[in-house]
């Protein structure tokens, strides 16, 4: 979406009364900078220009935005760019629910100035329980976050389990509880009447259409849910409807991006257990890799994968790393193509796993890889590259500023092509056939998109990675 299609809306919008608008951070602004090519402080500047309510948005802790981790210096930068530009709560979360990748973007929120929300990533695994969110959540108001969020990316949280959660983080903590989740199992309204009557603090909501299905439930019906409850917040529907209706208008813009598989009920969620949005872009990818007779197959991988690398939860870059293994796995056999980040993962360079990881697995990830297994925290071991960042953009003729630094330390080809478009290439007579089989064993990074390339009878394995 891009944000001339917002800003009518917006006054609408933030007259509504809203605790807190949702605008930036997470996937939008590698989407924003990729395929619009907006950057992402301007888009940020413009929306915070229009509004008063406070701005929320999601950082993956030491990653930031992207996928890989950040040196510290370059996560404070980030934050203290996005507080000065308007952002003012930072819900701060971690793959692996590790605190200590959280504490950095924590502190310096707190100290220029932002809201600081730590955040409980809900998965289900035999390691995971109620007692261990709740410990979780203490730990993350003990290291002076402002609210606590429990987020259910998976929309997989049974209604009694998180009550009883809010119960007890409710008991132990002062500070406010926020609870999150997606409508993806049909499982999100329920549960938020269950946090509801267990004395959550605030849920989030999304607006038709973009709302139900792999977003959040809509403010409409939950509004309709609570009637007659003393906890129902008072919200004029007509201004509700008033953005629900431009709102149709964008999405019928966007439709050649939309799915209405993406907005209903899909029951599988809860025999796969893991996040809706994983389980439509599986199904993308296993047509691509004419994998659709196997689909079975790969998703019984998935909780083989994740008790081997430590009962990891499934959220960005988790997600995608797991899953991507489970086809490696199923198309080539256990382990014969080990992915890179997946090796990472095993060895502890993104955090401490929530279970040992598999011995005989974090043995074969440190031959292939080549590297010991660490248990620090993985930022002590990364160079500060704030200054480094600001002479490769001098070098390039790019504007050397904080913000660019920090976008440019997650995204250096996308940021290129913003200020140096690249030329467009001339049409070929005929392109050669390719299927899209990933190999793996490449050292390339987890975002690197693998084929086997068919070419006037040769077959070329490659792996295709932004510089």
């Given at each position: 979406?891009?944000?001339?299609?917002?800003?009518?809306?917006?006054?609408?919008l933030d007259?509504?009364?809203?605790?807190?608008?949702?605008?930036?951070?997470?996937?939008t602004?590698?989407?924003g900078?990729?395929f619009?090519?907006?950057?992402?402080?301007?888009?940020?500047?413009?929306?915070?220009?229009?509004?008063?309510?406070?701005?929320m948005?999601?950082?993956?802790?030491?990653?930031?935005?992207?996928?890989?981790?950040?040196?510290?210096?370059?996560?404070?930068?980030f934050?203290?760019k996005s507080?000065?530009?308007?952002?003012?709560i930072?819900?701060i979360?971690?793959?692996?629910?590790?605190?200590?990748?959280?504490?950095?973007?924590?502190?310096?929120?707190?100290?220029?100035g932002?809201?600081?929300?730590?955040?409980?990533?809900?998965?289900?695994s035999p390691?995971?329980?109620?007692?261990?969110?709740?410990?979780?959540?203490?730990?993350?108001?003990?290291?002076?976050c402002?609210?606590i969020?429990?987020?259910?990316?998976?929309?997989?949280?049974?209604?009694?389990?998180?009550?009883?959660?809010?119960r007890?983080?409710?008991?132990?903590?002062?500070?406010p509880v926020?609870?999150?989740?997606?409508?993806?199992a049909?499982?999100?309204?329920?549960?938020?009447?269950?946090?509801?009557?267990?004395?959550?603090?605030?849920?989030?909501?999304s607006?038709?259409?973009?709302?139900?299905g792999?977003?959040q439930?809509?403010?409409?019906?939950?509004?309709?849910?609570?009637e007659?409850?003393?906890?129902?917040p008072?919200?004029d529907?007509?201004?509700?409807?008033?953005?629900?209706?431009?709102?149709?208008?964008?999405?019928?813009?966007?439709?050649?991006?939309?799915?209405?598989?993406?907005e209903v009920?899909?029951?599988?969620?809860?025999?796969?257990?893991?996040?809706?949005?994983?389980?439509?872009?599986?199904?993308?990818?296993l047509?691509?890799?004419?994998?659709t007779?196997?689909?079975?197959?790969?998703?019984?991988?998935?909780?083989?994968?994740?008790?081997?690398?430590?009962?990891i939860?499934?959220?960005t870059?988790?997600?995608?790393i797991?899953g991507?293994?489970?086809?490696?796995?199923v198309?080539?056999?256990?382990w014969k193509?080990f992915?890179?980040?997946?090796?990472?993962?095993?060895?502890?360079?993104?955090?401490?796993?929530?279970a040992?990881v598999?011995?005989?697995?974090q043995?074969?990830?440190?031959?292939?890889a080549?590297?010991?297994?660490?248990?620090?925290r993985?930022a002590?071991?990364?160079?500060?590259r704030?200054e480094?960042?600001?002479?490769e953009?001098?070098?390039?003729?790019?504007?050397?500023d904080?913000?660019?630094?920090?976008?440019y330390?997650?995204?250096?080809?996308q940021?290129k092509?913003?200020?140096?478009?690249p030329?467009?290439a001339?049409?070929?007579?005929?392109?050669?056939?390719?299927?899209?089989?990933?190999v793996?064993n490449?050292?390339?990074?987890?975002?690197?998109r693998?084929?086997?390339?068919?070419?006037?009878?040769?077959?070329?394995?490659?792996?295709?990675?932004n510089?």
């Amino acid at each position: 979406m891009k944000t001339e299609q917002m800003l009518p809306i917006l006054e609408t919008l933030d007259s509504i009364g809203y605790g807190a608008l949702e605008t930036w951070g997470g996937a939008t602004i590698d989407s924003g900078l990729r395929f619009l090519k907006e950057f992402p402080f301007k888009r940020l500047d413009a929306i915070r220009a229009k509004t008063k309510t406070p701005h929320m948005m999601l950082l993956r802790g030491q990653n930031i935005v992207a996928y890989d981790q950040n040196p510290d210096d370059v996560v404070t930068a980030f934050v203290q760019k996005s507080v000065s530009h308007g952002m003012n709560i930072l819900r701060i979360f971690d793959a692996l629910n590790d605190p200590r990748n959280m504490q950095t973007a924590i502190s310096a929120t707190k100290k220029a100035g932002g809201h600081a929300q730590g955040t409980i990533c809900y998965t289900k695994s035999p390691v995971h329980n109620i007692e261990g969110f709740v410990k979780l959540g203490c730990e993350l108001a003990d290291m002076g976050c402002n609210s606590i969020c429990i987020k259910d990316m998976a929309g997989l949280i049974p209604p009694n389990v998180v009550a009883a959660i809010v119960r007890g983080l409710k008991k132990q903590i002062k500070i406010p509880v926020v609870f999150h989740t997606h409508e993806t199992a049909g499982l999100g309204s329920s549960a938020y009447l269950a946090a509801i009557e267990a004395g959550v603090d605030s849920v989030d909501v999304s607006i038709r259409p973009f709302a139900d299905g792999t977003a959040q439930p809509d403010h409409v019906r939950m509004n309709a849910l609570l009637e007659g409850s003393s906890r129902r917040p008072q919200y004029d529907l007509k201004k509700v409807a008033e953005v629900s209706a431009h709102m149709k208008k964008v999405y019928a813009e966007l439709s050649k991006f939309t799915s209405h598989a993406n907005e209903v009920v899909d029951t599988d969620a809860i025999t796969y257990e893991v996040p809706g949005g994983m389980l439509s872009n599986f199904r993308t990818q296993l047509k691509e890799l004419n994998m659709t007779d196997r689909f079975d197959e790969v998703f019984a991988e998935i909780p083989y994968v994740r008790e081997k690398l430590g009962w990891i939860p499934l959220v960005t870059p988790t997600s995608q790393i797991v899953g991507t293994q489970a086809v490696m796995n199923v198309k080539f056999g256990r382990w014969k193509n080990f992915l890179p980040a997946a090796q990472n993962i095993a060895l502890g360079y993104f955090g401490r796993t929530p279970a040992p990881v598999d011995p005989e697995i974090q043995k074969l990830a440190a031959t292939m890889a080549k590297k010991d297994p660490i248990t620090c925290r993985p930022a002590d071991i990364i160079k500060p590259r704030m200054e480094a960042l600001r002479a490769e953009l001098k070098e390039n003729k790019l504007p050397t500023d904080d913000e660019h630094c920090v976008i440019y330390a997650m995204f250096p080809q996308q940021v290129k092509e913003l200020y140096n478009p690249p030329a467009e290439a001339p049409k070929a007579a005929a392109a050669p056939a390719v299927s899209a089989a990933p190999v793996a064993n490449h050292q390339v990074s987890a975002n690197a998109r693998r084929y086997n390339i068919q070419l006037n009878g040769k077959s070329y394995n490659v792996a295709v990675e932004n510089a």
